[in-house]
């Protein structure tokens, strides 16, 4: 269980990382930076685990962040 908890907290600090880079950014939307460089570069799995941990409360992730993961949860259920 707790290694479980350890791979969260690590998908939720690399999350709010990209978040950090895309915010910033003025221009555009933070939030599609986000999602679109979560859906290039996380493999399925990382995905799933951070879509789960969304559905869970997701603790920790910075808002654009936690607006990414659903924005992407949500089309990816689409497809």
């Not at 996380?42 to 654009?64: F, N, S, T, V």
């Amino acid at each position: 269980m707790s290694g479980h908890m350890a791979f969260d907290d690590k998908l939720v600090m690399m999350a709010n990382q990209i978040g950090k880079f895309f915010t910033p950014q003025r221009q555009g939307d933070p939030v599609a930076g986000i999602a679109t460089h979560i859906r290039k570069f996380w493999d399925p799995r990382m995905r799933a685990a951070i879509y789960a941990h969304l559905d869970q409360g997701g603790a920790g992730l910075d808002e654009p962040v936690r607006q990414a993961v659903a924005r992407l949860k949500q089309a990816e259920a689409h497809h």
